[in-house]
Structures are given as structure tokens and as C-alpha cells.
């Protein structure tokens, strides 16, 4: 019985051994590059350094953040109706949504991610990410929530080039609004979403030791081709039978400089230099009963400017920034950057086109206050051509203000008000958040939310 005993007890110290190995810090972190996703120093970080990584088959680092988050919105947005900036339209105040009033608490914001730090290839580091939260198809409930896959990829990075593959963000459309509510604007000007599996290929031209260009070529999955009824309402304009062979190509040629130094990005997580630029999308669609395709395209210019520059690069003590885009684009409504698909007869149907316009500045008297103020739309273009087609969006906008507040690296208090308006044309009494004859809906949106980074 003895001997029987040493040997269990040998066998668990065994299997146990490579365990306790694998919480040891290791004693160099992995290097990322900054230079294309500058989320590197700047604390609190949603993918930064501050991790101690440990080990898998290569350094492993796990990160996320908890998040709660509280609104009050003036009028009822549902079951999703934290997101603010992600709803696809306002309900008309003649609507029995227009006229409820919705308290809501929700922690489905809350977000993990696993980073890899890889073997070289050819001199190139390779990195990877799984990152995901908690607003999966089918978990419309706040308090059992479904994973969704936010990002999924892998890259290699060179000291001026890096290949990514997998699932990232969008190519079209690089600002990201510093909302409190998860949206980002999405809805109202800055179209972001959805994350696209993509083959993505951005080379580093350096100009001389201030000024850079920043090149951008990939091709990603057409998402036009999964054009489905909207589940809470169906929207004017949408096609629901839609498919096509050719994939989306998308690029972005920046200007970056250092010249004016750097200042707080996305949630004063970065620190950016002064960006300036084009982008652009181009893909098509078949549609079902019609003549010919419909093609999907879009083109825009984006800036970031650093007003109130860092001291050191780092602290963003008396810093400001301001962002700015605006776009014009056809038969992109997956993404946001139009409010509907198709337009015209059946069988001659043709792309629905809009525009959009966003602006944001931020400001950081102190090093952990931040105070962020904002404003988007996104607009039909060419009212005429929705005739036929019963209460389209004639126009989406949002004005924003909040102030966030970090304890720590770790905790962060934020405040954020929002007024969200859409205007609506060809009105007639529909149905939902349709109903009746008021030709627009206005949501007065006041927001707490508290974040523990880890």
C-alpha cells in the first residue's frame, strides 16, 4: 500500500509539474508592431502590454475586460437597447416604442481575447488573436448571453509590412467613435462593423524620418451576399435573396506624420500621429428576378490630428485630438455605411447610395480623465429614388458627449449622453417601430458603464 501511494503521489507531482511550469511570467514579453496596431503603451490597453504572457505551444496572453453598463433611453429600443449608435433607426414618436421610455442593464459588452506570440518566419514576427463577446445570434437575453467571434486571425509582421489573415475589421471606413454604448457610431457615420474574414496586405513607405506613407490591399468576404430581413423590423430597400461569386476589394493609402506629434485615439488606449487619407470598397451582388448585378462600392477620406500633443508619447496629460471622415457609398448596408441595399422596380434594381459625415475631439486635462464629444450621420442620397419604397431612412445622426474616468490600469468609470434622430421618408402607418405617421423617431440615451481591464 506504500509503494501504491509514492507512486500516485510521484504520478500527480508529474502531471502537475508542467502545469505549474506554465504560470511562470516569462521573462521577455512579445513584441508587437506598433506601427499597425498601436495599442502597444498606452495604459488602460485592450490589447497592450500589460500582460504577463504564459506559455501554450508558444507565449500565450489572455486579456479582456468585464464591463457593466446601464442606460436610459427615452424611448424603447428593445432587447439590444444598449448599443446606442448600432440601431438601425429611431422608432417613430407616433409608435407605441416611441412612446415607452426603457431602463436597461447589461454586462453581454464584456469581451476576452487570447493573444500568440509566434516563431519567426523570413524575418517576420508572427502574432495572433482570438478575441469574443458575448452578443451571439440567439442570446437576446441580458442575462444568458451567447458568445460571438469578434476577431480571428494571424499575421506577419515585417519590419515595414504585415500580412494578416483571418477575421479583422473592416478595411472601408478606419474611424472608430469613442462611444460609450459598443456602436461606435456604426449607424451614424462611421461605418465599422461587421469584423470580415479578409486577406490583408499594409507595407510601410517611409518617406524620411517624420513622414510615411501607410498602404492598404486586401480582399474580404462580400458581405452584401448575406443580405437578410432585419429581425427586429424589416427595412425599406433590403433584398433578401441575394448571392455572387466575386469577393470585395478594399484598400486605404494614409499619409502618417510625426510632425505634429501624438495624442489619445480610440478611448485613449493609443497614441496616434497625424493620419490623413483615402479608402475605398469595391464588390457586386446578384439579386434574384434581376437584369444584372448590383454592385457594392464605397470611397471616402479619414484624418486624425493631434491637436494638444503628448509630452513624452506616452502621457496624455493635456492632450487633445480630433478625428474626422466622411464617405459616400452604394448597397453597403451590412456594414452601415448605407440604410438600405437596393432601390427600384423588380427586376431592375440598382444600388441604394448615401453618405456620411463624422467628427470627434477629445481631451485629457489629466492623465486619467478623458472627455470626448462627437457627431455623425449618415444620409440618403437621391431622395427620388426610393420612390415606391414605404418609410426609408432619409437620415441617421447622433451627437455624443461622455467622460471616463481610470482609477487604475485596470478600472474605468464613463458617463455618456446621446440623442440619436432618424428621419424617415415616403411615410406611411406601418408597422413596430413604423407605426404611425410621424415622419421621425429621437432617442435622449443617458449611459453609466464600469470596466475592469485584465
Given amino acids: 500500500m506504500k509503494n501504491k501511494g509514492l507512486t500516485v503521489g510521484i504520478s500527480a507531482l508529474l502531471l502537475a509539474a508542467p502545469a505549474m511550469a506554465e504560470e511562470l511570467p516569462q521573462t521577455v514579453a512579445p513584441v508587437y508592431n506598433c506601427d499597425f496596431q498601436p495599442n502597444c503603451e498606452v495604459a488602460p490597453g485592450i490589447y497592450g502590454k500589460m500582460a504577463s504572457p504564459v506559455t501554450s505551444k508558444f507565449n500565450l496572453s489572455i486579456g479582456g475586460y468585464v464591463k457593466l453598463d446601464y442606460a436610459y433611453n427615452s424611448v424603447n429600443l428593445g432587447s439590444n437597447g444598449a448599443l446606442g449608435t448600432l440601431q438601425r433607426g429611431i422608432p417613430k414618436s407616433s409608435s407605441v416604442a416611441g412612446q415607452e421610455d426603457q431602463s436597461i442593464f447589461t454586462a453581454r459588452q464584456s469581451r476576452i481575447w487570447l493573444k500568440v506570440g509566434g516563431p519567426t518566419f523570413l524575418g517576420a514576427k508572427t502574432n495572433a488573436i482570438i478575441e469574443t463577446d458575448f452578443y451571439g445570434g440567439g442570446g437576446a437575453s441580458n442575462e444568458t448571453a451567447t458568445m460571438r467571434l469578434r476577431l480571428a486571425n494571424a499575421s506577419l509582421d515585417w519590419a515595414n509590412t504585415q500580412l494578416v489573415l483571418g477575421q479583422a475589421y473592416d ?7 469613442s462611444t460609450v454604448d459598443f456602436g461606435q457610431a456604426a449607424m451614424t457615420g462611421a461605418p465599422n462593423n461587421p469584423r470580415v474574414p479578409q486577406i490583408r496586405v499594409t507595407h510601410r513607405l517611409n518617406l524620411n524620418d517624420k513622414n510615411a506613407l501607410r498602404l ?12 437578410t430581413q432585419d429581425l427586429q423590423q424589416p427595412t425599406p430597400g433590403k433584398t433578401s435573396d441575394s448571392w455572387g461569386a466575386k469577393v470585395n476589394v478594399a ?22 500621429s497625424l493620419t490623413a487619407g483615402f479608402f475605398g470598397l469595391y464588390g457586386n451582388q446578384d439579386v434574384a428576378g434581376n437584369s444584372k448585378s448590383v454592385d457594392s462600392w464605397g470611397y471616402g477620406f479619414y484624418t486624425f490630428v493631434p491637436l494638444l500633443p503628448s509630452k513624452d508619447g506616452k502621457n496624455r496629460a493635456m492632450t487633445a485630438s480630433f478625428e474626422g471622415q466622411v464617405y459616400m457609398a452604394a448597397n453597403m448596408y451590412t456594414i452601415g455605411a448605407t440604410a438600405g441595399s437596393v432601390v427600384g422596380p423588380t427586376g431592375n434594381k440598382t444600388a441604394a447610395k448615401g453618405y456620411g459625415i463624422y467628427s470627434q475631439l477629445i481631451f485629457y ?3 486619467d480623465l478623458g472627455i470626448t464629444a462627437g457627431y455623425g450621420r449618415r444620409n440618403a442620397y437621391n431622395y427620388a429614388s426610393y420612390r415606391g419604397i414605404d418609410n426609408f431612412e432619409k437620415s441617421n445622426s447622433a451627437i455624443y458627449a461622455n467622460v471616463t474616468y481610470d482609477l487604475n490600469a485596470a478600472v474605468r468609470f464613463a458617463v455618456e449622453y446621446q440623442n440619436i434622430n432618424t428621419q424617415y421618408g415616403n411615410v406611411t402607418n406601418g408597422t413596430g417601430i413604423l407605426a404611425g405617421t410621424a415622419t421621425s423617431g429621437t432617442a435622449n440615451i443617458g449611459r453609466f458603464a464600469a470596466y475592469y481591464f485584465f
Wanted: glycine share 14%.
Fill in 365 to 367: 486635462p489629466t492623465q
Fill in 216 to 227: 492598404v490591399l486586401g480582399i474580404q468576404n462580400p458581405v452584401q451576399d448575406t443580405n
Fill in 171 to 177: 478595411i472601408f471606413g478606419p474611424a472608430t467613435a
Fill in 251 to 272: 484598400g486605404q493609402a494614409m499619409l502618417i506624420s510625426k510632425a505634429l506629434g501624438v495624442a489619445p485615439g480610440y478611448y485613449g488606449m493609443s497614441m496616434n
